[in-house]
């Protein structure tokens, strides 16, 4: 007589099952780290959001990551106060090195291998950024940080986003803000602002919405990559992005 085998469990499918995006760019402000502070790197913020970042890329979804220095230095800022545009840009630059550095071991702790590659050179910190070895890096499975912006003054770390995404042939530029995406004005100043679920890039910079620069966003229309700006302090928003729910605004 043969013995039955007994019955499969039945696996519960999870809801965040399919990703839309296979690629994405993934753009964060440096005050994101800071907390509930405005300077410096709150450790718990960037466990938090490292966990976040590491659920999405165990479904597969191969991410690059850039992340501002503005919880440390803000070039334009300084140089509002007379310093010198190139210095105070550099010194930004750097600022987006630690934050990379600490996000990385933030994410390495969570289980994800992460590469940070810099734009400018500095070898026993962080490998130097090559197209070519960033996309093997995402092939791989790993998240690749990109850091010091472009290496170049006078761009912004949404350029550098912008101009990384199209470099690795990224399906979406998701930045995410502390808003629950565009408005046709500021939300925090104005109770009656009105979000859009869906803009045009010509209308973004016709409106001079500021969502991102300019430049970025002129960048992204000429190459048809589209930008998804969503509220990155709803904890699992991410994840909704990376699956497509409608959450945010869709530049397109």
Excluded: W
């Excluded at 950024?129 to 790993?142: Q, S, T, V, W």
């Excluded at 939300?187 to 010509?202: C, G, H, M, T, W």
């Excluded at 620069?213 to 990155?232: H, P, Q, Y």
Aim: net charge positive; hydrophobic share 45%; glycine share 8%.
């Amino acid at each position: 007589m043969r013995r039955r085998s007994p019955p499969r469990k039945k696996r519960r499918r999870n809801k965040f099952n399919v990703a839309k995006y296979g690629r994405i760019l993934l753009k964060l402000s440096g005050e994101v780290l800071a907390g509930e502070g405005s300077f410096g790197i709150d450790a718990s913020r960037v466990a938090a959001l490292a966990s976040e970042v590491a659920e999405v890329a165990r479904t597969g979804v191969q991410i690059g990551l850039v992340v501002g220095g503005g919880n440390f230095f803000r070039g334009v800022a300084a140089a509002a106060q007379n310093m010198d545009r190139v210095a105070a840009d550099h010194m930004g630059m750097l600022a987006t090195v630690i934050n990379s550095l600490a996000l990385q071991d933030a994410l390495e702790k969570a289980g994800v291998p992460t590469r940070v590659m810099t734009a400018i050179e500095m070898h026993e910190v962080a490998e130097p950024y090559i197209r070519r070895r960033a996309i093997r890096h995402l092939e791989k499975g790993r998240i690749v940080i990109f850091a010091a912006g472009t290496s170049n003054p006078y761009f912004s770390t949404d350029t550098a986003a912008t101009l990384r995404g199209l470099e690795i042939h990224a399906e979406v530029v998701a930045k995410a803000t502390r808003v629950d995406g565009v408005y046709d004005k500021d939300p925090l100043k104005n109770q009656d602002a009105v979000r859009f679920a869906e803009i045009s890039y010509s209308d973004v910079l016709a409106k001079n919405l500021r969502v991102m620069d300019a430049s970025a966003v002129a960048m992204c229309r000429d190459n048809k990559l589209a930008i998804v700006v969503f509220n990155l302090n709803v904890h699992g928003n991410i994840m909704r992005m990376t699956m497509g729910e409608p959450i945010g605004t869709l530049i397109h």
